[in-house]
């Protein structure tokens, strides 16, 4: 932890997207924006809000969305939405390919003001690349504004997957989540961190139930889900995820990624980028319902 950076030194980009992002003109209701990071290093861009809805697509590397309350691994072939005006940050630890669309309030008003990751299917993925292609120059009547308006009826369609890790609110708390957040793997013991923040064992655990809904275990268990899928995109095998993570062999690690996400692990990567066309998956996906407003 010593050697992180602070949000300050972390290299972002200039506010050259600000422009799309906060663009009013209904006749260009979606906006596409594309942005690489080849450097293997840090990258972050500050809690920030805008008039558009966001859909953040990493085509290639793992990018994390975060707000107050929660936190978004987005692995290679999804997305998170960011609902208009929310306020988020958007960090990753090293190369990437960032392609983002800018979508009107107005045209997004049927869909959830929930931030959630999606996956990315074989159309809306394509209907993303146009976008970023024709960027803002059409017009409200063109033929690219017609095929561009497809994209907010078909995110509405699309099931969301579980990939958020819910915030504590609490100073103390945050001081622990944030340090597990920068090391996944880390062993302590929540008797460690509450003598680390000044409070008893029993205070933390209350508050940590209460403000996440999840318990000490399951949130560390959840956090390194996350980690799981973002070293698995990478091309880490099972056997050394597995025991990066701490599991005593692959077995218990897929066991926990199968009751978790409805897939071993190399199934879940190959084919999430294309369950909302029906593919197989668990009964969790079959019962959901798009991120149309519905699920609010």
Known sequence: M??????????????????????????????????DWPHNTQFGIPAHHHLRAQLVYAAEGVIRVSTSRCTWVVPPQQAVWVPPA????????????????????????????????????????????????VGRNYGPDSAESRVLAVIPDLLGTITPEPLQLPLP?????????????????????????????GASERTLLRHFSSETGLSY???????????????????????????????EGPSAFVAMFRRE???????????????????GGSSRQESATGISKVQA
């Open 169 to 197: 609110r609490d100073r103390r708390l945050r001081i622990i989540t944030e340090a597990l957040l920068s090391n996944p793997s880390d062993e302590h013991p929540l008797a460690h961190w509450a003598g680390r923040v």
């Open 86 to 133: 929310v306020e988020h940050s958007v960090t990753a630890g090293g190369a990437f390919d960032l392609r983002t669309l800018y979508l009107h309030p107005s045209a997004v008003a049927h869909l959830s003001g929930e931030c959630c990751v999606i996956s990315v299917p074989p159309l809306l993925r394509e209907l993303i690349l146009y976008a970023v292609r």
């Open 261 to 279: 996400l409805g897939a071993p692990p190399r199934r879940y990567l190959a084919q999430h980028g294309h369950r909302a066309e029906g593919g």
């Open 2 to 35: 010593s050697g992180s950076l602070s949000m300050d030194e972390i290299p972002h980009p200039t506010p050259m997207h600000d422009s799309l992002a906060n663009d009013e003109d209904r006749g260009r209701s979606v906006v596409g924006f594309a942005h």
């Open 217 to 247: 275990h399951e949130w560390r268990k959840r956090l390194r889900l996350f980690h799981a899928i973002t070293l698995l995109s990478k091309g880490n095998s099972v056997t050394a995820v597995a025991y990066e993570l701490g599991y």
